[in-house]
């Protein structure tokens, strides 16, 4: 069910733990440490129980998945893709790479992978189109950037990067994005570059199913795989040996979305947060509760308000907030421990860390 | 839906939690419960700085206002438009009426009075459009709904309340958007309607000085008047004798924006949160900086998570995590609370409530 590089061993000494927090800020909670956190916090350092990891890092390919949405013969070939994506990010930051260079590379080659619901395998929108969203977030400045509705980048991700870096702003959407990706030397493709058989395929299903339902009549299992295999994400979250954390979502959204929808993926605190004073999380599930609970940004609030740690904060947020279905997260402590959770049949996941822990799995 | 959890350790760790009263003390409220979604708590009662009250009501018109941008001839009219809108959520609310419907009616008379950046106000895009962005948030269910980059929607914040109400999503964008709002029956006005001379002037006074800066000569003054004057928004929070509280924020954005530019205002838990388990918050000012640190959720986590009064919440996010001159926030907490902080020179604000409490303001 979940993949903790670290037993947490926190609860065996909660009154130690908590006091230790309270005594470090005088407050019942870790000091906002945000507009300075370039370094772990001391105080928080006391409450992290973890043992301590260099680097470590966490990927996801969306939480949508339901075995059948994936065939016995489909599976290797996501694990291979997610084992790759962990050989690229581990890499970099076992090279002395930054966490925020590590999670955009991850998401550049998911971005590049047909198999997820992000870049070139984003699913179709109910005008046939494919609209992309991202987000990525430095947790050592809280220097963040989003773009949504870009439907002509091949790497959203690095276009969000772009907009954190180059612009005085954090979130741009549509045709003015693309022009800024213009500006910014962001490469751009052809819309029909994103044309995947099985997404359009998916696509159609849902069109069809809607059309049925509308006409009374029960919706056949197609529709309700493509339904079910709506929700899909790539994540990446990573703590470096320089002791910074950061976070990168990237999406095509929502199989079938109309009226410009925007889901949690570039929404800053609900699908994409980071912050040296606590951890980078990704989500991955039905936007909308992400949003309505910015739960990238509670997870890491109950941590420096209410001294919980990562894993209690992670569990608390998918298993006792979030309705079962909802979706997952992926989550790097600014301790470098890991929490990986999700309340679906199934998230497409991977980790790795200094320990030489690392896994990769799909169901729960 | 389920609403805001308890935060789990607290509740298997009551010594402690006791202990973090006793050690809190000086620093405010010992931990209370964050689980009470539809009634005043006992706990936050007690720490309330303000009288509880049975209805409650704070307004603003934005948080750029500098004295130089509001002749003594305006002031006064400035002052009887939040007194009109004053006068209708308190009536609303005396009534028995919804703080969902308070502050939607609030909002609604804000976008039409041009002297705020919001519906008829709303500043020029790079392009010399008006793209407004809006969203209303229900304290007692957390439903949300908000819009970005709509150009023809007159009441902007009546549209984000039908995408909570009637649309299974959150937050729709530009052309999406306003198709939605035809199928709902939201009132479209031709682009003209938000033509207003003195918005036009301080565009086209920013526009002129970021060419005279391109070519090095200093910006003028009136540059510098219309980019001091650049992050108008209104806002209203409200708790109703239900003992529900809601949120709503409305905004033209920044003036000569461009890169399809999205601010705070429509990104839940930066520019706008509410929850019955905390408060009702709406902020106003560079939004860049409330999206990185999720300003309106952080003052209801703090609450929520770190057992902070609305008055310590509020006051550690505008004077203590943001910069001077970024803005600032009004609040209402589920006890019939109100807080309204800024750190700019100016912000245009207004509240009322049960107990007879009436002021209106603009300056520090």
């Given at each position: ?50 043992p ?26 996501y ?10 990010g ?41 609209e ?57 493709v052809?819309?029909?570059?994103f ?31 493509g ?26 959204g ?10 949690d ?13 606590s ?52 989550a ?33």
């Amino acid at each position: 069910m979940k993949h903790v590089a670290h037993p947490p061993s926190r609860a065996s000494f909660p009154v130690v733990a908590v006091l230790a927090g309270l005594l470090a800020t005088g407050c019942g909670a870790p000091p906002q440490s945000a507009s300075d956190g370039d370094a772990v916090d001391p105080g928080r350092a006391k409450i992290a129980t973890a043992p301590h990891a260099d680097w470590a890092l966490a990927i996801h390919g969306g939480a949508g998945v339901v075995r059948s949405s994936v065939s016995p013969e489909e599976e290797p070939a996501y694990r291979a893709s997610l084992e790759a994506a962990l050989d690229l990010g581990s890499g970099i930051l076992a090279d002395g790479g930054t966490a925020l260079d590590a999670v955009e590379a991850v998401i550049r080659t998911l971005e590049d992978d047909p198999l997820f619901n992000a870049g070139r395998g984003a699913v179709f929108t109910n005008e046939g189109t494919n609209e992309l969203d991202a987000a990525i977030m430095d947790g050592s400045t809280l220097a963040c950037g989003a773009v949504t509705g870009v439907k002509t980048v091949r790497h959203p991700i690095t276009l969000a990067r772009r907009v954190m870096e180059r612009s005085p702003h954090i979130f741009f959407s549509g045709a003015g994005a693309e022009a800024f990706a213009d500006e910014a030397g962001v490469e751009r493709v052809a819309p029909e570059y994103f044309f995947v058989q099985k997404r359009y395929d998916q696509w159609r299903a849902v069109v069809e199913g809607e059309a049925a339902e509308a006409q009374g009549e029960p919706a056949d299992d197609a529709e309700a795989q493509g339904g079910e295999d709506k929700h899909g994400t790539v994540g990446a979250v990573a703590r470096d040996t320089h002791g910074n954390v950061a976070a990168a979502t990237s999406t095509g959204g929502l199989t079938n979305k109309r009226w410009g929808r925007i889901g949690d993926v570039p929404v800053i605190g609900a699908g994409t947060y980071a912050s040296n004073a606590s951890a980078a999380v990704s989500c991955t599930g039905i936007g909308e509760r992400f949003i309505e609970h910015t739960v990238a940004r509670d997870v890491t609030a109950r941590m420096e308000y209410g001294g919980e740690s990562l894993q209690e904060a992670a569990k608390a947020e998918i298993h006792e907030v979030l309705e079962p279905e909802s979706g997952g997260l992926i989550a790097v402590g600014a301790d470098g421990s890991i929490a990986i959770e999700f309340n679906t049949e199934g998230m497409f996941h991977g980790s790795g860390d200094s320990t030489g822990q690392r896994s990769v799995g799909i169901w729960q």
